[in-house]
Nanobody, 128 residues
Framework: EVQLVESGGGLVQPGGSLTLSCAAY????????MYWVRQAPGKGLEWVST????????QYADSVSGRFTISRDNAKNTVYLQMNSLKPEDTGMYYC?????????????????????RGQGTHVTVSS
């Protein structure tokens, strides 16, 4: 059974930093592209970042580029999201997502409401 367990969220002041972690279980982690998506209060899912299976490709939404860094440790089956210079608009629930197929990228599918390979999320609040 695929399990994705996020941690590291919390309350932080504007300009602060947080690092989110996602521990993966039940599949060959190193074979899958991984993503972070988020959902602000009252809004839909928003793609935040992507990292390829072999770490050679990383991508970021324009809203977080230059502030967030995605990384992964395939030996620990864990993906991270380092978030710096946080803004109030970064507030929301952050979800770790696994790609649908080995070695394949599908940014569209992973933001579908019914997509099944998504964790329970960790909440980030940026407020003074």
């Amino acid at each position: 059974e695929v399990q994705l367990v996020e941690s590291g969220g919390g309350l932080v002041q504007p300009g602060g930093s947080l690092t989110l972690s996602c521990a993966a279980y039940g599949f060959a982690f190193s074979n899958y592209w991984m993503y972070w998506v988020r959902q602000a209060p009252g809004k839909g899912l928003e793609w935040v970042s992507t990292i390829s299976a072999l770490r050679k490709t990383t991508q970021y939404a324009d809203s977080v580029s230059g502030r967030f860094t995605i990384s992964r440790d395939n030996a620990k089956n864990t993906v991270y999201l380092q978030m710096n210079s946080l803004k109030p608009e970064d507030t929301g629930m952050y979800y770790c997502v696994r790609g649908p197929s080995p070695f394949a990228d599908n940014r569209v599918a992973i933001t579908a409401t019914e997509y099944q390979f998504r964790g329970q999320g960790t909440h980030v609040t940026v407020s003074s």
